[in-house]
């Protein structure tokens, strides 16, 4: 007998017949999910990509192949573009991913309302009426684009090809459906082929295609992972109520550490170009627990405020809170901080936070955050025109950090006095400024309080 579903994988897509807790093709584990087996429509097969197809082309030797510098087309926004290496690349497939009511929409309406000042632009909504696209349009300035109310894959190719537009926006891929396909829209079978065929699109015809996609309750983009590998840049929006990071995680064009910082307004998200004094704003003055610290993102010094607080605990097993900041760092750093600053906390809780939303990577967090905890720990309030920043090993150690130069400069504009760095020679400091250098973490903590 025929069996009329299958399980797929949500990682990468892979069908098997029967339920398996380890996706034999990725290695993902409880990934695979029963949906109905994508039959073609009618019953005849025929391809599912209405996309152009590639021409045939024989192989040719690399070092023959004529190049040129990529076309990049600026967004309007410069913090998008900074993210984006410089502009958006004619003929790239992007992705935006976010958690709801993030702004993913209210962003991409944007951008195309300021390229379509200069440029021809497709929005294609599955998610909202014509009506309510002029609503926001009109919230956010952006009425020049052409707009599109359409789900279908077949009747959205049938408008490109009608318009020819030079960028193209979907929101979102998970509401496109192949009819070439039985399955519902955002089944693993109907991303990924929405997908290629735009893909299919981008690169033949040379149309700039931005693609919204949704986010699981995990925090990955819903779908098959190979959705992130077709696409040539993925892009993450994410922040608390106030202030947006856009964040790129894959980028072939340009950098995958640089960030755009905008805050939410009436009249939609606006650029933030100093990202620090605003992350900075509201920081309390002699009050234990907080430290500011300088991370790089991308070539950009950013300066935030890590808190912490270490509170005794009434029951056995002591809470450990983490925002901002890995959690399995965070772990490692207590573990540093009562072996080698001998400040007992297994028995208090922690909780550390970065706040202003910003998801800290940077190694150079290390050292304000164990500054932060040991603060809060001895209740002693650091000073508030120091900063510091550090990589802190396993043995209390302070390490080196890249671009000292940088965040020292940063520092001083932003009105900081004193910095507390590893000991590093033979790095200018500016006039004025006061550099403690310290070689462990033991020896920072005696310097500081």
């Known amino acids: ?160 090809k009608a318009e020819k537009p030079e960028i193209l926006a979907v929101d979102s891929i998970q509401t496109l459906r192949s009819a070439a396909l039985s399955g519902a829209p955002g089944s693993v079978s109907q ?51 106030h202030l947006r990071v856009l964040r790129s995680e894959k980028n072939r064009f ?45 070539l950009r010094p950013v300066f935030a405020e890590i808190q912490a607080l270490v509170t005794p605990t009434p029951f056995p097993s002591p809470r450990r809170t983490v925002s901002g900041i890995e959690y399995n760092r965070a772990m490692l750093l207590l573990a540093v901080l009562e072996k080698r600053a001998g400040l007992y906390v297994g028995n208090q809780d922690a909780y550390i936070n970065v706040v202003g939303g910003l998801r800290v990577s940077d190694t150079a967090a290390d050292l304000p955050t164990l500054l932060a905890l040991a603060s809060s720990h001895t209740d002693k309030p650091l000073p508030s025109e120091m900063a510091a920043f550090g990589e802190v090993g396993l043995a209390g150690e302070l390490r080196s950090v890249p671009f000292i130069e940088q965040r020292l400069s940063e520092a001083y504009r932003l009105g900081f006095t004193t910095a507390v760095i590893p000991p590093v020679k033979n790095t200018p400091v500016p006039e004025g400024m006061r550099v403690i250098r310290a070689k462990t973490l033991k020896e920072a903590c005696r310097l500081v309080f």
């Open 254 to 298: 340009g950098s995958t550490r640089e960030i755009g910082v905008f805050e939410m307004a009436e009249d939609g998200l606006r650029e933030v170009p100093n990202p620090s004094e605003t992350l900075l704003t509201g920081r309390p003055v002699n009050v234990s627990g907080t430290c500011v610290a300088c991370v790089m993102e991308g």
């Open 191 to 241: 991303v990924r082929e929405c997908a290629l065929a735009l893909m299919r699109l981008a690169k033949d015809e040379g149309v700039t295609v931005f693609l919204v996609g949704h986010i699981t309750k995990e925090g990955a983009i819903a779908g098959p992972k190979v959705l992130e590998h077709m696409v040539d840049c993925v892009l993450y929006l994410e922040g608390d109520r």
């Open 1 to 160: 007998m025929k069996r009329d579903t299958a399980f797929f994988c949500a990682e990468c897509g892979n069908e098997s017949a029967k339920w398996m807790g380890k996706c034999p093709a990725c290695g993902a584990w409880n990934s695979l999910v029963e949906q109905p087996v994508e039959k073609p429509a009618g019953g005849k097969k025929k391809s599912p990509s209405p996309g152009p197809a590639g021409s045939a082309e024989p192989p040719v030797r690399l070092g023959l192949v004529r190049v040129s510098e990529e076309a990049r087309v600026s967004t309007g926004l410069n913090e998008a573009d900074r993210v984006l290496g410089g502009g958006a690349v004619a003929g790239a497939l992007y992705l935006l991913a976010g958690d709801p009511g993030i702004g993913k929409s209210t962003l991409l309406m944007q951008i195309c309302g300021e390229l379509s000042r200069r440029h021809t632009v497709l929005y294609c909504s599955g998610e909202e009426s014509v009506r309510q696209l002029r609503l926001r349009g009109e919230r956010l300035g952006s009425n020049d684009m052409l707009v599109l109310a359409q789900t279908g894959l077949e009747e959205l190719f049938e408008a490109v």
